[in-house]
């Protein structure tokens, strides 16, 4: 309700700012605009998704191997959400992140021996810093409002439901390509579901300090999430996520 609030003040601004004569002529479209939201039915739901795969094992590190271990406060995740349909330019998109990773990173004698394992903190997770939009070339500056219903939505029942699944996690089943630019064979499980993907990966490696940056695509839909649709899909939530990451992790001294 507190969309479709605003997404009317937002309306009424732009035909309040057009001359007279304009604006007698746009007045039907605010009468259908009222009657397509009066009769929104229940957001279509998308193709089924495929099952979902099993969850790896993760092998401890051998006497010849190095562990990483993830530095949070200087890794960082950015995921962009966009609005789509019709109506997509009453809406906004949403950039969604923070220093939310944490893990393990273990490298052997050959790269393709290399692996990862790690964990994303939902709750810590932040919506539409200013710096942060400005950087994907947004509008700055949000109302607080909406940047906190936003974030009300993103950890309720229907998108991540994080009081249910409190962690967000990823491991690599299988790393190929070259030492710089690999490509990681990795599964997500968010939700309970658990989905394969194939991410290249670009690796800066010191004596001490391993930096690995990347962005993928992936479906809302693929594990169990319904993006929010309304005017009979007019103006919904894209399924499609855009992320990007950057894992700084240090080695651990042996013992």
């Known amino acids: 309700m507190n969309m479709l609030l605003r997404l009317f003040r937002r309306l009424f601004r732009r035909l309040s700012s057009r001359p007279p004569g304009q604006l007698i002529l746009r007045v039907p479209a605010v009468v259908a605009f009222t009657l397509l939201f009066g009769c929104t039915g229940p957001p279509e739901r998308p193709a089924e998704a495929p099952a979902s795969v099993p969850w790896p094992e993760f092998a401890p590190p051998q006497p010849n191997e190095t562990t990483f271990r993830v530095d949070p406060a200087n890794s960082e995740l950015r995921i962009r959400v966009d609005p789509e349909g019709a ?40 919506v539409d810093r200013p710096d942060w939009r400005a950087a994907e070339g947004l509008e ?13 939505n993103m950890l309720g029942e ?21 030492a710089w630019l690999p490509d990681v064979t990795a599964r997500i499980r968010l939700r309970g579901t658990v989905r394969e993907v194939i991410v290249p990966v670009s690796v800066e490696r010191t004596a001490r300090r391993l930096i690995a940056s990347g962005k993928i695509d992936l479906l809302q839909s693929d594990f169990g999430i319904e993006p929010f649709s309304t005017a009979g899909g007019a103006l919904r939530v894209s399924d499609r996520m855009r992320i990007r990451f950057r894992i700084v992790a240090e080695k651990v001294s042996q013992q």
Do not use: F, W, Y
């Open 158 to 178: 229907r998108v991540l439901n994080a009081e249910i699944h409190p962690e967000i996690s990823v491991r690599s089943t299988a790393v190929s390509g070259p």
């Open 87 to 126: 109506m997509a330019r009453l809406g906004h998109s949403h950039i969604i992140g923070g220093s939310v990773i944490s893990g393990t990173v273990i490298l052997g004698d050959d790269d393709e021996s290399a692996r990862l394992d790690l964990g994303i903190d939902p709750s810590a997770l932040e």
């Open 140 to 152: 700055a500056e949000l109302d607080q409002s909406a940047i906190s219903g936003t974030r009300a």
